[in-house]
């Protein structure tokens, strides 16, 4: 099933604590998840950073009962219900944001985004008018998300405007930026040769050899080019490991015959995703770090 959204958790929230007695959250994430009939798939579900997105979205609905004042912590790492909670779960209209935000000044207040810096001018509001159903780590993702679709848009557009030995270059670049070893490029020598080679380790015990195409996104590279890198690979010098990078795309075949080959393909994604991870031919304009507790500073001291 399809996980539920964070403020879709509320009440199966509360339900748990709803004996009174402090739970820890590891407590409360496996009793929702059991009461919610969520898969193994589900709970393991993580965003592109590496965090669960089934404890994103229970962490950010007990922040907002919190803010709420429907829960308390009286204990680090734990959580109980307050009378306000325990009044909430026993009404039966849905808990959503706005009945948070009607229930609570201070959530209100927390919630929505402020129209002036000046609080002493900014209208009050007493209702929430919109739901928004992301956490705000998810709305972070799918926006980072969208500024690298654009940005890997623009580069696959400049690599493209481009010559074809500058883009030789550029797989030698990122290669290296990648942290392998010393590499050139080969004499250009038509479509069919060996265009770049490059050290598979900084010592230069192992040779990689590179052959690179740019050509049009919609090109489809199908099993007959592989075959003719493959032979080239045979040297002289003989070499067992290559990379076909491209601007364009591989067909099933194609990946197929490299797999059988050892040959690594990078297709334009692939490409453009490796050249934004790595800072080749891109600046970072600006940075932002998301910071979480350090529960170990916390933590009693023996």
């Not at 009404?91 to 000046?118: G, M, R, W």
Request: with cysteine.
């Amino acid at each position: 099933m399809a996980l539920p959204k964070y403020n879709d958790l509320y009440r199966a929230l509360l339900i748990v604590l709803q004996d009174g007695q402090q739970h820890s959250m590891r407590e409360v994430r496996d009793s929702i998840a059991q009461t919610l009939h969520l898969t193994e798939a589900d709970i393991s579900e993580t965003l592109s950073n590496g965090s669960t997105v089934y404890a994103g979205r229970v962490g950010w609905a007990k922040t907002y009962l919190k803010k709420a004042e429907m829960i308390e912590s009286s204990q680090r790492g734990y959580i109980s219900i307050t009378p306000a909670g325990r009044a909430l779960l026993a009404s039966s209209e849905p808990i959503t944001n706005a009945v948070l935000a009607k229930s609570s000044p201070a959530f209100c207040e927390f919630y929505q985004h402020k129209i002036s810096d000046d609080a002493s001018t900014a209208p009050a509001r007493t209702e929430v008018q919109e739901e928004i159903p992301e956490t705000p780590q998810e709305t972070f993702e799918r926006v980072y998300t969208l500024i690298n679709d654009q940005l890997a848009d623009d580069l696959l557009t400049e690599v493209l405007n481009q010559s074809p030995a500058f883009f030789e270059q550029l797989v030698v670049d990122l290669m290296k930026a990648m942290d392998y070893g010393d590499g050139f490029v080969t004499k250009y020598s038509g479509d069919d040769g060996i265009d770049g080679i490059i050290h598979e380790d900084k010592l230069g015990f192992n040779l990689i050899y590179i052959q690179a195409k740019r050509w049009k996104p919609d090109v489809t590279i199908g099993k007959p080019e592989l075959q003719k890198f493959a032979g080239a690979m045979m040297g002289p010098p003989k070499v067992e490991k290559g990379l076909f990078i491209t601007t364009a795309k591989f067909s099933p075949k194609a990946r197929d015959y490299a797999n059988a080959q050892h040959i690594i393909l990078v297709d334009g994604k692939k490409l453009t995703d490796l050249m934004i991870e790595h800072g080749v031919g891109v600046s970072t304009q600006k940075a932002y770090l998301i910071k979480r507790i350090d529960s170990d500073y916390f933590s009693d001291n023996d």
